[in-house]
T-cell receptor, first 112, second 114 residues
Framework: GENVEQHPSTLSVQEGDSAVIKCTYS??????FPWYKQELGKGPQLIID?????GEKKDQRIAVTLNKTAKHFSLHITETQPEDSAVYFC???????????FGSGTQLTVLP | AAGVIQSPRHLIKEKRETATLKCYPI?????VYWYQQGPGQDPQFLIS???????DKGSIPDRFSAQQFSDYHSELNMSSLELGDSALYFC?????????????FGPGTRLTVT
């Protein structure tokens, strides 16, 4: 089955700096890669996603890049703000299956 | 915009009891997924339903069962509860189209087994 690895597990940045979280996946049939933000006691919130036919996607301060050859994708957050502090999960969706396989999560802390 | 609704939000049960979790998907979404998230862990896929039929099955214990009803809401039934079943249970929904993959999660049900 699919295996998704996520790094780093914790990340602290100063407000205004950029944050980068990286994930790798194992199944070459995976074709959809969402990123979720989860605040304490809440459900994961879809913040951005990318499909396998696209190399990069941007939405305001958030961007995701995908390298299909290397089987890795990354989340970039620019101009970080304290409200960006949360756990971020990457995930992949493989082939005809509709179940998401999640990475282990990154606790992002933005220091004011 | 309407979101996924889950009830109850919190549930406390004793070992060997049963529990039923409910999920109401976003209107016009036809697929429901159930995930289990242990403390400090990532969500683990349990089971999904598309148009009231079981679609995919993950690491769901035999003690658990689920179904999707005609109004698309879904229920997760958990029997013979064990201490290890204590976790957050999330429901997610999506609209199954050729290009639609987005899954939107509900707020979760926190199950505590004592």
């Amino acid at each position: 089955g699919e295996n998704v690895e996520q790094h780093p597990s914790t990340l602290s940045v100063q407000e205004g700096d950029s944050a980068v979280i990286k994930c790798t996946y194992s199944d070459s049939a995976s074709n959809y890669f969402p990123w979720y933000k989860q605040e304490l006691g809440k459900g994961p919130q879809l913040i951005i996603d990318i499909r396998s036919n696209v190399g990069e996607k941007k939405d305001q301060r958030i961007a995701v890049t995908l390298n299909k050859t290397a089987k890795h994708f990354s989340l970039h957050i620019t101009e970080t703000q304290p409200e960006d502090s949360a756990v971020y999960f990457c995930a992949s969706l493989s082939g005809s299956a509709r179940q998401l396989t999640f990475g282990s999560g990154t606790q992002l802390t933005v220091l004011p | 915009a309407a979101g996924v609704i889950q009830s109850p939000r919190h549930l406390i049960k004793e070992k060997r009891e049963t529990a039923t979790l409910k999920c109401y998907p976003i209107p016009r979404h036809d697929t429901v997924y159930w995930y289990q998230q242990g403390p400090g862990q990532d969500p683990q896929f349990l089971i999904s339903f598309y148009e009231k039929m079981q679609s995919d099955k993950g690491s769901i214990p035999d003690r658990f069962s689920a179904q999707q009803f005609s109004d698309y809401h879904s229920e997760l039934n958990m029997s013979s509860l064990e201490l290890g079943d204590s976790a957050l249970y999330f429901c997610a929904s999506s609209k199954r189209t050729k290009r639609g993959y987005e899954q939107y999660f509900g707020p979760g049900t926190r199950l505590t087994v004592t």
